[in-house]
C-alpha cells in the first residue's frame, strides 16, 4: 500500500492553567505499519526539525500492559479499535486522506498537565484507601497449603488484568471511576486470601473514589466498550453488593461496640 | 581498589541462614529515627520500600513515572522462577543454583546465586497471599511451565502477564505503607544526582519533572532499583523511558560498574519493519515450549518468501532446518537465550532468513496445534478426528495457553500466527552487567546499595528466563531488608542528614550546569536523532557477535557522536516552569553516550567468549563460544573518569568452590 496523508487536528495546551486549542497539522509518508504513537513520533520529530514544541503525550511500554498510553482519538479513548490501547493502534485501521482528531482525556478527577497528558494521582490514592491485602512480607504461608479453584482465580486475573489507564473514566459521561474501583474490588475479593477485608476494601475505595471528585455510576456502560483490557461492568455490580452489605455490617459494627477504632 | 565482594565464610548451603541470622540489627525505636531513600519503584524498589516501610524505617521513594505501577516490570510476560518442586521432577535449590551459575557461563558469584535460590520459594508465598492469581490447575494447585536452559519445570505464571501481576502485588503493598505513613512516594521525579557526605551516600538530586524544579533530599543510605540500561541499543524490547542515568550519575561519583558489556540479546522478538520504528516486542519465551524454530534450507525458497512469493506453508517439512533442533539435540528449542540468538543470526547471514529485511526466522506452532488437538479429541472420545477437528481443538489449546501473545502478534504484524508461523528475530532484552555490589547489595560507596536490574549480581554472562523477576523480588523483598542493616546499624547515632549542607548545594548547582548546558545548545538535531544513531553502532558493533576492529571504531565514532550532541543538540522548551519530555530524553541520552563507550571498553577488553559476549575472534570450530577461564574468570568492574582518561579496570576474581567449570553444552 501506498503511504497515507493524514490531517491531524492535536489538543494543544501548554500548561494545566492555560487555554487550550486544537491545532491542525497534515502529514504525509505516514506507513501502514506504524503504530499510533509512532505516527505522533513522526509528527514531533517535523515539529522539533521546525524548532516548534512538539505535542507532549505519555507513553512507555508501547506494549499495551503499562497503562501510561492515554489519548482520545476520534471520539474513543485509545480510539476505535476495542480491546486495544493508543499504543498497540496501528495505522492500518486508518485511512489515506482521513481527519483524525486527538485529544486528552476529560474528567475534574484527571487534570491536564501538558497537551494530551492528564493526572492520574486520583488513581493510586484510591489503592491506597485500601486496594490491597495487609500482609507484611515474611508473613505468608506456603503457596500451595490454600487451595484456589481454577475458576475463582481465571475470573479474579480477569478483573486483575486493569492497566489503570482510566479510559473508563474518560468514557463516561459522568467521569466514573467504578469499573476501575470494581475491578480492583473484584480481583481481590474473588481470591480466598482477599476476601477477609473485601467490605473494608470496598467503602473505603468507594469512599476516596468520591473524595477525588469522580462521578457517579448511572450504568452507561461506555466504560465496559471502551476499556482496552475488555473489563466487564458485572465487576460493578460484585462492587455494589459487597459495598451495600458492607455499609450495612459496619454501622451494626458501630452501633454494638462502640469506638474499637 | 581492592574489591571485597563480602562472601560470608562457611559452607554454601549455610552461608545466608547463617549471616541473616548474625547480621546486625536495628532496634524499632532506632529504625523511627533512620531515613532511606529508594529510587526506584519497580519490582525490586517497590518491594524494597514497602518493605522497609513495615521494618519500621522511613522512606522516601521515588520514580520518573506518573505511578509505581508503570515501572518497566509490568511488562514482563513468561513467568517467575522458583525452586518449590511443586512437579516433584527433581527440581531444588541447588539445581537451581546450578542451572544459573551455568546459563550464566559461570561468570556470576556462588555465594549471591545460591541465596537466590534459595529466597525463590519465599517470593512464590508472598506474592500469593498478596493476591496475585497465578495460573492453577484444576485441583486448585500452582501450576507451573518450564523456560530455556533448564530441564525441570518451575516456572509460575499470570497467563503472559507475570511481571504485571507481581508488580501489582508490590504496588499494593507500597501503596499500604504508603497510607500508613512509613513511605512518602514521590512520582514524576526522576533523580539526576547522588550526593555524598564525608565518603558516604547520603541523598540524591531530583528533578520534579512537572515544574522542573530541583529538590535536594537527604538520608541515612540511598537504595538504587532504577532497572536496567538495554535502550543504549535504542531498539529493545525495554520500555521507551528506561535508562542508566540514576546509575551512571552514581558512577560519575565513584561507584564502580561491573561487566557492562554483558547484554542479553532475546532470540524471540518480532522483526524490525520499518526505519520510524520505536521499539522492539517481546514474544515471551514460554512460546518455545511448543514453536518450533526452523528456515528454509535452501536459499531460493528464503528468497521467494523474501519477495513475497512464497510463504511458510508453501515449504515442504523435508525442506525445512530446524536448526536449534538440529545443532542442540538435548534442549531443542530450549536452549538459552544467547545460544538460541546466535544460532538465527547465523541463519541469516547464510541468506536464509524470511522477511522482506533478511532478519527474521520462523517460529512454527503447527505441530503443537496438531498435537494438542489429536490428544483433546482423544480426551473427547473422538479417536480418529479428521483434520479440521484436530486443527479446531489444537488452536482452542494453544489459544488458552497463548491468547494473549498471538493477539499481540497479531495487532502488531496483521498476520494471524495460528494460521501462518510467526516471524522472530533476536533483540536487546535485558542487561546483565551493572552497578558492582557486594554480598550485601552494597556498592563500593557506603550507604549506596542496588538491586533489581541495575545491579550486576546474579545472572553472569547470560540471564535464564524468568530470572530476573525472582532477583528483583527477591533483592527487594528478602536480601536488602536484612543486609541493609550492616550498614545502618552503625548510623543510629547519626542525626538527620541536613539537606543544605554544601555537598547537597553543589550537588544541586552542578545539576543545574548540566541542564543549563543542555538548554543553551540550540542546535539544529532532535535528541531522538542522536539516540538513534548511537544505538545503530552498539547494535551493529556492540550486540549479538562483536570483534576487536569493530569495538575499536565504534569507540572512536562513540566519542565523535558525543561531540557533535553537546554541538548541535536542540531541546526545545524551557528547563523550568513546564513539564518537558524532550528534555528528559536529552539528559538520558548524554549518559548513554557515556555508558555506550564504555560498554565497548568493556567488551574489548573481556577477549574471550561468554554468554551473550560474544567475540568472534574466539569460538570453537563448530561456533560456539569459547571461554578462557585462566585470564577471565573475573568481575570486571569500571572506574570512570570523565572522557579525557581511560577507564580503569578493577577485578573481582570469581572463586568457584561449589561447580567445577565446564564447557557449556546443550548438544
Ligand atoms: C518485554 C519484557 C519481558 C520480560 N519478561 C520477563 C519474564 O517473563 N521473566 C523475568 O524474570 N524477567 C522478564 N523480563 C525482565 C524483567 O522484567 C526486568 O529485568 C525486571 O522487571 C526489572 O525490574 P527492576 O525493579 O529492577 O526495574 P524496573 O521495573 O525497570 O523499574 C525501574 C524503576 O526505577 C525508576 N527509575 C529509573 N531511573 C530513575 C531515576 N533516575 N529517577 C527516579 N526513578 C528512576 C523507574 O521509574 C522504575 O520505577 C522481561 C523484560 C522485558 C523487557
Ligand atoms: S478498567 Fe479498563 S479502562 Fe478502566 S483503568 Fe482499568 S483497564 Fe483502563
Ligand atoms: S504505552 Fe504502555 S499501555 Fe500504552
Known sequence: MENMRLKLKVWRQPKPNSKGQFVEYQLDNVSEHMSFLEMLDVLNENLVSKREDPVAFEHDCREGICGTCSMVINGHPHGPQSGTTTCQLHMRHFNDGDTITVEPFRATAFPVVKDLVVERAAFDRIIQAGGYISVNTGQARDANSLPVSKEASSASFDAAACIGCGACVAACPNASAMLFVSAKVSHLALLPQGKVEAQRRALNMVKQMDLEGFGNCSNVTACEAECPKEISVNNIARLNREYISASFSYEEKEDKGGGAG | ?667
Open chain 2, 1 to 667: 581498589m581492592a574489591l571485597n565482594g563480602k562472601t560470608p565464610p562457611g559452607p554454601l548451603t549455610d552461608k545466608w541462614t547463617k549471616y541473616r541470622s548474625t547480621v546486625p540489627l536495628v532496634a524499632p525505636n532506632n529504625k523511627r529515627r533512620i531515613d532511606i531513600i529508594v529510587v526506584g519503584s519497580g519490582l525490586a524498589g517497590a518491594a524494597a520500600a514497602a518493605t522497609f516501610g513495615e521494618l519500621g524505617y522511613n522512606v522516601k521513594c521515588f520514580t520518573f513515572h506518573d505511578s509505581p505501577r508503570r515501572a518497566h516490570s509490568i511488562a514482563a510476560q513468561g513467568g517467575i522462577n522458583a525452586a518449590k518442586n511443586y512437579r516433584n521432577d527433581g527440581d531444588s535449590v541447588y539445581r537451581l543454583f546450578y542451572d544459573t551459575i551455568k546459563g550464566g557461563d559461570y561468570r556470576a558469584r556462588e555465594s549471591n546465586v545460591y541465596r537466590l535460590a534459595e529466597v525463590s520459594t519465599n517470593i512464590i508465598d508472598q506474592a500469593v497471599a498478596q493476591g496475585v492469581p497465578f495460573a492453577r490447575e484444576y485441583g486448585g494447585l500452582l501450576d507451573n511451565r518450564s523456560f530455556g536452559g533448564v530441564q525441570v519445570s518451575r516456572t509460575f505464571y499470570a497467563r503472559g502477564q507475570t511481571g504485571q501481576q507481581l508488580l501489582i502485588g508490590a504496588y499494593q503493598s507500597l501503596s499500604r505503607q504508603i497510607s500508613l505513613g512509613t513511605v512518602q512516594q514521590y512520582n514524576r521525579h526522576e533523580m539526576l544526582d547522588l550526593v555524598m557526605v564525608d565518603g558516604k551516600a547520603r541523598g540524591i538530586i531530583a528533578r520534579n519533572l512537572l515544574t522542573g524544579e530541583l529538590e535536594r533530599h537527604a538520608a541515612h543510605a540511598v537504595v538504587l532499583a532504577t532497572g536496567g540500561y538495554g535502550n543504549v541499543f535504542y531498539l529493545s524490547t525495554n520500555a521507551m523511558m528506561c535508562n542508566v542515568t540514576a546509575a551512571w550519575r552514581s558512577v560519575r561519583r565513584g561507584a564502580l560498574m561491573a561487566n557492562p558489556c554483558f547484554t542479553q540479546i532475546h532470540p524471540t522478538c518480532i522483526p524490525v519493519s520499518g526505519d520510524y520504528q520505536s521499539k522492539l516486542t517481546l514474544m515471551s519465551e514460554s512460546l518455545r515450549n511448543d514453536g518450533r524454530v526452523w528456515v528454509p534450507k535452501k536459499q531460493e525458497d528464503a528468497a521467494a518468501i523474501r519477495a513475497g512469493k512464497k510463504t511458510g506453508r508453501d515449504i515442504a517439512e523435508d525442506d525445512r532446518d530446524y536448526f536449534l533442533e538440529r545443532r542442540y539435540p538435548a534442549f531443542g528449542n530450549l536452549v538459552p537465550r544467547d545460544v538460541a540468538s546466535r544460532a538465527a543470526k547465523v541463519a541469516c547471514d547464510e541468506g536464509l532468513g524470511v522477511a522482506p529485511t533478511g532478519l527474521a526466522v520462523f517460529m512454527d506452532f503447527s505441530a503443537a496445534i496438531d498435537r494438542y488437538g489429536k490428544s483433546k479429541a482423544s480426551t473427547m472420545g473422538n479417536h480418529h478426528p479428521d483434520a479440521a477437528t484436530v486443527r479446531d481443538l489444537g488452536e482452542k489449546v494453544v489459544k488458552e495457553k497463548y491468547g494473549n501473545l498471538f493477539a499481540m502478534y497479531e495487532k502488531i504484524t496483521g498476520e494471524d500466527p495460528y494460521k501462518m508461523p510467526m516471524k522472530i528475530y533476536p533483540a536487546v532484552h535485558y542487561t546483565m552487567g551493572g552497578l558492582w555490589v557486594d554480598y550485601n547489595l552494597e556498592t563500593n560507596i557506603s550507604g549506596l546499595f542496588a538491586a533489581g536490574e541495575c545491579n550486576f549480581s546474579d545472572h553472569g554472562a547470560n540471564r535464564l528466563g524468568a530470572s530476573a523477576l525472582m532477583q528483583g523480588l527477591a533483592d527487594g523483598y528478602f536480601v536488602l531488608p536484612y543486609t541493609i542493616g550492616n550498614f545502618l546499624a552503625n548510623e543510629i547515632r547519626t542525626p538527620k542528614i541536613d539537606a543544605n549542607s554544601p555537598e547537597f548545594i553543589k550537588a544541586e548547582a552542578d545539576t543545574k550546569t548540566r541542564i543549563d548546558q543542555l538548554m543553551s545548545i540550540k542546535g539544529k538535531q532532535s535528541v531522538e536523532s542522536f539516540h538513534r544513531r548511537l544505538g545503530k553502532i552498539m547494535w551493529e558493533k556492540c550486540g549479538m557477535a562483536r570483534n576487536a576492529e569493530g569495538l575499536t571504531l565504534a569507540r572512536q565514532q562513540i566519542r565523535e557522536l558525543r561531540d557533535e550532541f553537546y554541538q548541535d543538540v536542540f531541546v526545545p522548551g524551557s528547563a523550568t516552569g513546564e513539564y518537558n519530555p524532550e528534555l528528559e530524553k536529552a539528559l538520558r541520552v548524554a549518559d548513554f553516550l557515556e555508558m555506550g563507550e564504555l560498554m565497548v571498553v568493556d567488551a574489548l577488553s573481556r577477549k574471550e567468549s561468554c554468554g551473550g559476549h560474544f567475540r568472534e575472534e574466539y569460538q570453537t570450530e563448530e561456533g560456539e563460544a569459547l571461554r578462557d577461564d585462566a585470564n577471565y574468570a573475573y568481575v570486571a568492574a569500571w572506574e570512570y573518569n570523565g572522557w579525557d582518561t581511560d577507564p580503569v579496570l578493577h577485578k573481582e576474581e570469581l572463586v568457584f568452590e561449589n561447580v567445577e567449570l565446564k564447557s557449556r553444552s546443550y548438544k
